[in-house]
């Protein structure tokens, strides 16, 4: 993504990638203060004049982002590699992952591990009632450990 997102712009690309509604509260941490929506009370400070060049400068730069401050989804932004900007590129892309996102709302990690667990065995107590949840049919339609990074660009290329 280019240096000069926006802290609120990368918020809406996080959830996009991730197949999340931006139904709760998040914060980005970094080495100057907190951003997200302006709330004196949290801390937190305007995220929208913010970008990512300003808060994560040099490769290894790193910030955190926190999404559902009751799930505690707590990712590690670090800067890997700084390119030129090439015109024939759309941005954002998405060049590499691995897993399949949580579930919004699912119940941070160990929920997300008990989530899993009850797909994988239908003996499970939970099992029906997790795979109503997700609107499945079939637990196989849920793969924790798919990822298709082209499947997020797609998605990822609407916000263009």
């Known amino acids: 993504m280019p240096a000069d997102i926006s802290l609120a712009r990368l918020h809406r690309i996080i959830q996009v990638a991730f197949t999340w509604d931006d139904s709760h509260l998040h914060v980005f941490q970094t080495p100057y203060c907190e951003f997200g929506i302006a709330d004196a009370e949290l801390g937190h400070r305007a995220e929208a004049p913010v970008t990512l060049e300003q808060v994560a400068p040099t490769v290894r730069s790193t910030i955190r982002y926190t999404y559902d401050f009751g799930d505690d989804w707590e990712h590690d932004v670090v800067v890997e590699k700084v390119l030129d900007r090439d015109s024939t590129v759309s941005y954002p892309r998405c060049t590499a992952g691995r ?18 667990q009850a797909l994988t065995d239908p003996t499970h107590p939970d099992h029906e009632d997790m795979l109503e949840w997700l609107g499945l049919s079939d637990a196989a339609d849920f793969d924790p450990a798919e990822f298709d990074a082209q499947t997020v660009t797609q998605a990822l290329s609407e916000l263009r």
């Open 99 to 116: 897993r399949a996102a949580p579930p919004e709302d699912c119940g941070g990690i160990w929920g997300y591990a008990d989530l899993a």
